[in-house]
């Protein structure tokens, strides 16, 4: 598994992915670590399949121990069916995750870890040196869905948003954005079910200073990118389409 | 017990919701053991003195289809239970192999990832022994049952000597006897099965 530093300051950010030893038939992801002054914040912390991979390389840059607070964006298994793990790694440790989903996500297993409800429009969560924001992203997928924006680092973790599905090895940056929206457009179209609800996303998310736009697969945006996602974004036809129901459609009789 | 492969564990688990599927058909036999003793005892009041002998039967053959239906729902709550243990053991099992393979991995030691491990697997055998104990129980229910299947096929050969000096209710009786007896064997039978499942894993 490997690990970046994207942010480094007071606190700091980690991302890791690109696992080389990745299952090949398991989706790529990206998990996420704020570290601030002895308290860590695992974001997304991933899939069962990858919890060996992660254990390690969390561990190269806190202490287990510090583990303080999980968050689940929604309730994929690609991003928290490592629950039952974590339960058990971290017990004292609590989880931020969307209100929606308490009852299914105790599925994965979650008998230590105290659940905390994120309600539809979102709060806060304080760390020693930085609030951070969980913010309304519902039915992007998810209809209980959140990402969480950290105005110091200005970083937006955008979940699903923002996601490419690419080959193993994929630099960790976009660097020629025309380039990568052939990436994400598939996925975009066929995942995102509703153009109000990723329009309304947008106009709040564009209120937010970002630097960088982390998604959970993919390549992470910065500087201009992060516009040009949310102008291409703005522009995609997206969701429940007319060729989708007519390919759904039994042909008619005779 | 141990497991030298996950697909014994597997099979384990298999075996096990066999039993209780089995016993379930075994709940409805006791019921008709029951409803036969209801009927002999129906006949033997109208027979009255001719049918004496069969009254104490049809008492026993009563008691007996209420108790085994009250063993075959105990082996079901306790199979019923151990699969869930079973369960429960193989994903401590599943996690403790993750953790370990993630530990293995560490460019250092740590304290506080040991002492989780350390808990993870006592957590592991404590679950491993809770499964044996309940074996065990289900067993020992398995042979009680089986137990009381054969004292109803003694019983019901019993009534059928009862029933020949029943003079025109003989008829009535012996088909009783001849339900209690199918009964009991078909109760046999399931329980034989079942232990033999049972047996393999042990």
């Known amino acids: 598994m490997l690990r970046t530093e994207i942010f480094s300051g007071r606190h700091h950010w980690h991302v890791f992915g690109?696992?080389?030893?990745?299952?090949?038939?398991?989706?790529?992801?990206?998990?996420?670590?704020?570290?601030?002054?002895?308290v860590s914040f695992l974001l997304d912390?991933?899939?069962?399949?990858?919890?060996?991979?992660?254990?390690?390389?969390?561990?190269?840059?806190?202490?287990?121990?510090?583990?303080?607070?999980?968050?689940a964006s929604h309730q994929d298994p690609d991003i928290i069916s490592s629950l039952g793990l974590w339960d058990k790694t971290v017990p004292h440790a609590k989880l931020y995750a969307p209100w929606l989903w308490e009852g299914f996500l105790k599925h994965f297993g979650c008998h230590n870890i105290e659940y905390v409800g994120i309600p539809d429009e979102g709060m806060t969560l304080d760390l020693p040196s930085v609030k951070l924001h969980f913010v309304p992203a519902h039915y992007l997928h998810s209809s209980g869905n959140f990402h969480v924006y950290d105005p110091v680092a200005r970083i937006l973790m955008s979940g699903d948003i923002g996601a490419a599905l690419e080959p193993a090895g994929a630099p960790m940056f976009v660097d020629d954005f025309n380039a990568h929206v052939s990436r994400m457009e598939l996925f975009h179209r066929r995942w995102m079910p509703s153009n109000r609800a990723k329009n309304d996303w947008i106009a709040r998310v564009r209120q937010l200073d970002i630097d960088i736009m982390a998604p959970?697969?993919?390549?992470?945006?910065?500087g201009d990118d992060v516009k040009r996602f949310l102008d291409w974004f703005e522009a995609l036809e997206v969701g429940v389409t007319a060729q989708h129901t007519a390919a759904a459609a039994p042909a008619a009789a005779a | 017990m141990t497991y030298s492969s996950q697909r014994e564990q597997q099979d384990f688990f298999a075996r096990t919701a066999t039993v209780v599927g089995h016993l379930e058909g075994v709940r409805q036999v006791a019921n008709g053991i029951s409803l036969a003793a209801a009927n002999a005892k129906a006949v033997a009041a109208r027979a009255g003195n001719q049918a004496a002998g069969f009254v104490p039967i049809t008492n026993f053959i009563d008691e007996m289809g209420g108790?085994?239906?009250?063993?075959?729902?105990?082996?079901?709550?306790?199979?019923?239970?151990?699969?869930?243990?079973?369960?429960?053991?193989?994903?401590?099992?599943?996690?403790?192999?993750?953790?370990?393979r993630g530990i293995d991995r560490l460019d250092e030691r740590s304290p506080y990832l040991d002492e989780i491990a350390r808990r993870l697997t006592a957590e592991h055998s404590a679950a491993r022994e809770s499964t044996?104990?309940?074996?065990?129980?289900?067993?020992?229910?398995?042979?009680?049952?089986?137990?009381?299947?054969?004292a109803a096929r003694m019983m019901s050969t019993r009534s059928r000597v009862e029933a020949t000096i029943a003079g025109d209710y003989q008829e009535s009786l012996e088909s009783v006897a001849d339900t209690v007896d199918h009964a009991a064997q078909h109760i046999r039978d399931v329980v034989m099965k079942c232990q033999s499942l049972l047996r393999e894993i042990n």
């Open chain 1, 18 to 38: 690109r696992d080389p030893d990745k299952l090949s038939q398991i989706i790529d992801t990206n998990q996420y670590l704020v570290r601030d002054q002895g």
């Open chain 2, 132 to 150: 044996t104990r309940h074996l065990t129980n289900l067993c020992d229910l398995l042979q009680t049952i089986s137990d009381h299947a054969r």
């Open chain 2, 67 to 100: 108790e085994t239906r009250q063993l075959v729902g105990r082996v079901n709550r306790d199979a019923q239970r151990m699969v869930r243990e079973v369960l429960a053991e193989k994903r401590l099992g599943d996690s403790l192999e993750r953790m370990r």
């Open chain 1, 216 to 222: 959970q697969h993919g390549r992470l945006f910065r």
């Open chain 1, 45 to 71: 912390p991933g899939g069962i399949e990858t919890f060996s991979a992660m254990l390690p390389a969390v561990a190269s840059c806190c202490d287990i121990s510090e583990i303080s607070y999980l968050f």
